[in-house]
C-alpha cells in the first residue's frame, strides 16, 4: 500500500508561485501515473496535472502554462510547480497514486489571497 504525504501548501498573494511535494512510501518508478487532484468547498474534486509512468505530462485547460508537474524518482517525489496564481486556484490540493489502486495523500491547503 503506497502512503503519500503532500506539502508545501500555504497562502501566497495573487501572481505569486507555491511549490507543493508529494512524498510516496515507496518507489513510484513503476506506478502507471502520478497526479494531483484539487477540491474548494462546494465543488467536486478535479484532476490538475498527471505525470505518467513514461513521463508524459497532462493538464487541465484551467493550469495549462502556469503548473508545471515533474518527478523525482530517486526520492519517491512528485511536485507541481504553481505559477500565476489566482484566487480560483486555493483548494486543497491532493496527491494521488493510480495503479491497479488508486491511493490518496491528505492534502494540503493552498490559499490564494491578497
Known amino acids: 500500500q503506497v502512503q503519500l504525504v503532500e506539502s508545501g501548501g500555504g497562502l501566497v498573494q495573487p501572481g505569486g508561485s507555491l511549490r507543493i511535494s508529494c512524498a510516496a512510501s515507496e518507489s513510484i518508478f513503476s506506478i502507471n501515473s502520478m497526479r494531483w487532484y484539487r477540491q474548494s468547498p462546494g465543488k467536486k474534486r478535479e484532476l490538475v496535472a498527471e505525470i505518467t509512468r513514461g513521463g508524459t505530462t497532462n493538464y487541465a485547460d484551467s493550469v495549462k502554462g502556469r503548473f508545471t508537474i515533474s518527478r523525482d524518482l530517486a526520492k519517491n517525489t512528485v511536485f507541481l510547480q504553481m505559477n500565476s496564481l489566482k484566487p480560483e486556484d486555493t483548494a486543497v490540493y491532493y496527491c494521488?497514486?493510480?495503479?491497479?489502486?488508486?491511493?490518496w495523500g491528505k492534502g494540503t491547503q493552498v490559499t490564494v489571497s491578497s
Open positions: 494521488n497514486a493510480n495503479n491497479v489502486y488508486a491511493y
